[in-house]
């Protein structure tokens, strides 16, 4: 079954890139990603996919599902497509939609012969959007017994944990006045919002290693001769354990409260989007991306336990189901995300050849979960336990 599956994905060598370029050369925003999703789904139905598309009420996002000789285990493959603003598929996420796709086609030749299901489900908005996390709390992932992606990075790193991240904005309202004839007349709002990012960084000092905090001033004032009446600040406030975010954005929110009181401005605060969770590691699933990385000769990178991690809505996905998140390395030195640099990396002749490398890794840890059923209890009972 394995040459099979392997077969199937070179002999979709083609398609598969040029899907992957497709999506590459037309860059979709999150939640725009309607000729990514159209063309994913074409070519899924192609081959006998069952899809459903605007699934749970999203636009773009999908369900593909095909069906074994009878029930069984059900595994999801995830697929990303959205671009990042101004930059373009600086995240590699075209080449996410491409391995998911090939570890599908890849099983598609299989599964007659075997009991369970595969799904290709459509994310969108990975950027911020977090389709993901509405996906969990719309129950998309009742009844799949485990679900995968596979990103591209610098290295490859079969099992990394992510940050789980709430995003904020505050918005201090204070009072306008002449800035240089009434000042004692006015509130001062950006006071406020300086203020704010005074106590944060005072903050910091009691704060673990693994935090990070992070912004930008959204609005800071009209004029210069005017009290700013209005002021606000965006942040991202992210930690690696779950069980530490609600603590954290409390205490930050308080350092809002403070400058609030300080400069008598009126606070507004705003939770923005979803909560990316962090990610929670299945280890025996880990093990078996290992393996396979390792058949095909990648090197593996061991990385630090803190530090050099971002967050993602498969955060989400690993608190319901056991899930993996693996990275696999599309060039010959590490690069940084989201720059111009991973860009032109993620079209380069090896980004591509590692991304077939990456459907094929997907489609046999499939096929182990499929035809193991030990081996699905390990990552089940690692999952329930972690
Ligand atoms: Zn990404």
Aim: with cysteine; net charge negative.
């Amino acid at each position: 079954m394995r040459e099979k599956v392997l077969k199937a994905i070179d002999e979709a060598e083609g398609r598969l890139k040029s899907l992957s370029m497709r999506i590459y050369e037309n860059p979709e925003l999150a939640w725009q990603e309607h000729r990514a999703v159209g063309w994913i789904c074409e070519e899924l139905e192609g081959e006998g996919f069952q899809v459903e598309r605007s699934f749970c009420g999203m636009d773009t996002a999908f369900r593909a599902r095909l069906r074994g000789r009878a029930e069984g285990p059900v595994v999801a493959l995830l697929a990303e497509y959205d671009a990042l603003p101004g930059l373009g598929h600086a995240c590699g996420h075209h080449l996410i939609a491409g391995m998911a796709v090939g570890a599908a086609l890849g099983l598609k030749e299989v599964l007659p012969e075997l009991e369970g299901e595969v799904q290709v489900i459509g994310t969108p908005a990975e950027e911020g959007g977090g389709a993901k996390a509405k996906m969990v709390e719309e129950g998309a992932f009742d009844g799949v017994d485990v679900a995968m992606m596979m990103h591209p990075s610098g290295r490859t790193i079969p099992a990394r944990g992510s940050l789980a991240v709430r995003s904020l904005e505050f918005v201090f309202h204070g009072r306008a006045a002449h800035a240089a004839a009434d000042p004692e007349k006015g509130i001062n709002a950006l006071d406020a919002v300086v203020q704010t990012f005074n106590s944060i960084n005072a903050l910091r000092q009691q704060l673990p290693d693994d935090v990070r905090i992070h912004g930008i001033i959204t609005d800071g004032g009209q004029a210069v001769n005017v009290i700013p009446e209005r002021a606000s600040m965006r942040l991202g406030v992210r930690t690696l354990r779950q069980e530490f975010l609600n603590e954290l954005v409390e205490k930050v929110e308080m350092c809002a409260r403070g400058a609030a009181m300080a400069t008598g401005a009126k606070l507004e605060v705003r939770r923005l989007g979803p909560v990316y969770a962090a990610m929670k590691v299945n280890r025996p699933l880990a093990r078996i991306i290992e393996g396979h990385f390792r058949e095909f000769g990648l090197e593996i990178y061991e990385p630090p336990p803190t530090g050099g991690m971002g967050s993602t809505d498969m955060g989400n996905v690993s608190r319901v189901v056991p899930a993996a998140h693996p990275y696999i390395s599309i060039s010959h030195k590490d690069i940084p995300g989201h720059s111009e640099e991973f860009k032109e990396a993620g079209r380069s002749p090896l980004a591509l050849e590692r991304m077939l490398v990456g459907a094929k890794v997907l489609a046999l840890t499939a096929l182990d979960l499929l035809t193991d059923r030990e081996l699905l209890e390990e990552v089940k009972r690692d999952f329930r336990e972690g």
